[in-house]
């Protein structure tokens, strides 16, 4: 029945070799309007008294000199997550291969314990947990950051939105890769020669870390 409404048909490129922005670009293509790829990124507005909350909080918590990297620790699918001990390892490393840093570890909600286990066993390291917070403070405190280490989750598409370059860590699955790598920031995506993101060593990690700075 709504044959007659289907006007314009539009061509879908495979998802293991395409990013998800170009398949969607074929859409509004088809109708004559269209986009340099450089227009097709990541784009997001801040609720200004969520962002002037952010830069409150952290302006009083990061003190003289401390670069902030945002660490987002959730990942909504098993397959995603990386160990506490690698996230640790990690981090002990960032700290002592750069300038004095503020980490600022980011949980999905009922997940806080994630951040927690992490902060405790860390205590030389400066970090700040934010909590339970809402999208838009989630958002501002990756804006507000100089770098975003996260699974594959949206965090990656707030840090591009923002242009804050990030560390992604990625199963090795090729459509999922393909279809959400970074866009639109400085990236490196790190991936496992197979399975899932808790097949990532911290090394790996590191270099691309290193190639960052």
């Not at 001990?85 to 600022?104: D, H, N, R, Y």
């Not at 598409?157 to 866009?183: C, D, K, M, T």
């Amino acid at each position: 029945g709504n044959r007659p409404y289907l006007t314009h048909p539009v061509e879908c490129p495979a998802k293991d070799k395409t990013h998800i922005t170009e398949r969607l670009r074929r859409i509004p293509e088809a109708i004559g309007l269209t986009f340099a790829p450089e227009e097709v990124v990541p784009s997001m507005d801040l609720g200004r008294q969520e962002a002037d909350e952010v830069h409150r909080r952290l302006e009083a918590a990061r003190g003289k000199g401390l670069r902030l990297v945002s660490v987002n620790l959730s990942a909504g699918h098993p397959s995603r997550y990386w160990q506490t001990g690698k996230w640790c390892q990690l981090l002990a490393e960032i700290a002592a291969a750069g300038s004095p840093t503020l980490f600022i570890l980011l949980t999905a909600h009922g997940e806080e314990d994630l951040a927690s286990k992490i902060s405790g066993q860390l205590p030389s390291l400066r970090f700040f947990c934010p909590g339970r917070v809402g999208f838009h403070h989630f958002a501002a405190y990756i804006a507000r950051s100089g770098l975003l280490v996260s699974p594959d989750t949206s965090a990656i598409h707030i840090a591009a939105s923002f242009r804050v370059p990030v560390i992604g860590l990625y199963p090795a699955v090729e459509w999922n890769y393909q279809s959400w790598r970074p866009v639109g920031t400085v990236s490196v995506a790190v991936r496992p020669a197979k399975g899932d993101v808790g097949n990532i060593g911290v090394h790996e990690v590191m270099e691309a870390y290193r190639s960052l700075e």
